[in-house]
């Protein structure tokens, strides 16, 4: 802390009760996560590793529709774009948007590799 405000001039806030203020580097910048619920069938009989992969590749973050730590249900996943910092509300949107549209995609032709397309 003093060599923050050695160069600054500021000090780090501290409160008596809560202790420092600060904020998560992950809430800075637009910190803008959008997600959209979706049913993924396919890669849920190819397995959660396999899905976690291909988001991976396509810059998502798949999660269960109980949120974060809820787990997973049923065939249907919340996708959100992976990053949050560095890029405008547009890109990170159309990021999210692009992803889903390739797995749900994909999706469809894991369904038919295994005898669940319609």
């Known amino acids: 802390g003093d060599s ?7 000090e780090f806030m501290l409160d008596a009760k809560y202790g420092y203020i600060h904020s998560c580097p ?3 910048g ?3 996560r959008a997600s959209v619920h979706v049913d993924l069938p ?3 009989k190819e397995g959660v ?3 976690q992969a291909r988001c991976e590749e396509l810059h998502l973050q798949p999660r269960g ?8 249900t049923g065939a249907t996943y919340d996708i959100s774009n992976k990053h949050r ?3 405008s509300e547009v890109q990170l949107v159309q990021k999210m948007i692009d992803g889903v549209n390739t797995l749900v995609k994909e999706d469809r032709e894991l369904q038919k590799k295994h005898g669940l397309a319609k």
């Open 4 to 10: 923050v405000k050695a160069e600054s001039g500021k």
């Open 26 to 28: 992950t809430n800075l």
């Open 30 to 32: 637009t910190g803008m």
């Open 42 to 44: 396919g890669y849920t």
């Open 49 to 51: 590793k396999i899905l």
């Open 65 to 72: 529709t109980r949120g974060e730590s809820g787990g997973q």
């Open 85 to 87: 910092l560095g890029y």
